[in-house]
């Protein structure tokens, strides 16, 4: 009874610490690629440092924003936020915006577009990657596209046009 119950001990425990650990048992050699120098990756960027200086900056915040909404309508009926609300429920969290800076830096595209810059967390996770990379970015809400202007300019980053129109106005 008792190597019994060792046995399903054991089994359990296989179950829930084995895993494709950093990459390896991953047989493509561009996914274990991919997967060990970019998802795992510790390497701290000076980006950052610049871009978590700005997310502090905007949580400390009390002012308010008009929110208004053009495409499918919110479950939270208030028109005015504060910054830090907007910080906290819509902006990328840290973990997936040095994600992606870090596909972005591997990668080098040419041409970023972003749909919905928000208070332009996201975007800087976009640009700083590549100076050379063409970003463009929409928000129909003018406040929002103000603030993020703001930033844009604060932070020194020129590779950034940022548009203040509707998608359905300027996809076509």
């Not at 907007?86 to 969290?93: D, M, N």
């Not at 840290?94 to 800076?101: A, E, I, S, V």
């Amino acid at each position: 009874m008792y190597l019994l119950w060792q046995r399903i001990r054991s089994y359990f425990r296989y179950l829930f610490k084995a895993r494709h650990y950093k990459g390896f048992g991953i047989h493509s050699p561009f996914v274990f690629y991919l997967v060990r120098e970019l998802f795992f990756a510790k390497h701290p960027y000076d980006a950052f440092v610049k871009i978590d200086a700005v997310r502090r900056m905007f949580l400390s915040s009390d002012k308010r924003v008009a929110v208004s909404t053009y495409g499918a309508e919110s479950t939270n009926r208030k028109k005015v936020k504060k910054v830090s609300r907007l910080v906290k429920e819509g902006s990328i969290p840290p973990k997936y915006g040095k994600l992606l800076f870090r596909l972005i830096n591997h990668f080098q595209p040419c041409n970023i577009l972003e749909l919905g810059t928000g208070l332009g967390l996201g975007t800087l996770f976009l640009a700083l990657p590549s100076s050379r990379a063409k970003v463009i970015t929409i928000e129909a809400n003018g406040e929002l596209c103000s603030i993020a202007d703001g930033i844009f300019d604060m932070t020194g980053i020129k590779n950034i046009r940022l548009v203040n129109d509707q998608f359905k106005n300027v996809l076509p």
